[in-house]
């Protein structure tokens, strides 16, 4: 079946606490990107990636890091979180540019940093 | 960017068509129309997309004007299973290496009744 997977789905953590949010797709897809969802302000891009190796910010990349080593996996690294990434967080990957191309959504990851 | 506007809200009943209203009179060429959900605790879902034409799959119909400034997600018979959040979305591609952008808005919230 293809699909976008998350891990954790559920995390509560710690302000400064390094974390890692997992992000794997099984269709061979070359774009990959995350978001985070908040109440009131909708799905906002974090990062994305074109390919493997190739990243770029989104609209709110302040106090993220992403890698893309493989193409299947797109990791999301908070390295000191604070309570303003509480959140919902989704990822997605696509075949082609997200603008022309359908997105694929992983089931999300709650996020909630005390 | 290129901006939607949709209803907050809309209701049906069960096995009636639905139609879902979208303007998005600042469109341009080459901007695709993207229609994604959300269902409840899940990671949205594509729906359907299109450029000039009407389109047609399995989950939907998109009727897109002719001049393009709005256009209209059908889904020909509402179960219960279709209440979601439905996102009409334009997506942005410059063409070339460009990732592209898809801009969520609040959405329409659509229940459907028994």
């Known amino acids: 079946e293809a699909q976008v997977t998350q891990n954790p789905r559920y995390l509560i953590t710690v302000t400064g606490k390094k974390l890692t949010v997992t992000c794997s797709q099984n269709?061979?897809?070359?774009?990959m990107s995350w978001y985070r969802q908040d109440p009131g302000l909708g799905l906002r891009q974090i990062y994305y990636?074109?390919?493997?190796?190739?990243?770029d910010k989104g609209d709110v990349p302040e106090g993220y890091k992403v890698s893309r080593k493989e193409k299947r996996n797109f990791p999301l690294i908070l390295e000191s979180p604070s309570p303003n990434q509480t959140s919902l967080y989704f990822c997605?990957?696509?075949?082609?540019?997200?603008?022309?191309?359908?997105?694929?959504f992983g089931p999300g990851t709650r996020l909630t940093v005390t | 960017d290129a901006k939607t506007t949709q209803p907050n809200s809309m209701e049906s009943n069960e096995e009636e068509p639905v139609h879902l209203p979208c303007n998005h009179s600042?469109?341009?060429?080459?901007?695709?129309i993207h229609w994604y959900r959300q269902l409840p605790s899940q990671g949205p879902e594509y729906v359907i997309h299109?450029?000039?034409s009407n389109v047609n799959n399995r989950m939907a119909s998109l009727a897109i004007a002719e001049d393009r400034k709005s256009s209209t997600l059908i889904l020909h018979r509402a179960t219960l299973r279709d209440a979601a959040v439905y996102y009409c979305i334009l997506g942005v591609w410059a063409g070339g290496t460009s990732y592209g952008k898809l801009t969520f808005g609040q959405g329409t919230i659509l229940t459907v009744h028994p």
């Open positions: 299109g450029l000039t």
């Open positions: 990636s074109m390919n493997v190796e190739v990243t």
């Open positions: 269709m061979n897809h070359e774009y």
């Open positions: 600042t469109i341009s060429g080459t901007d695709y």
């Open positions: 997605a990957s696509s075949l082609g540019p997200q603008g022309t191309y359908e997105q694929y």
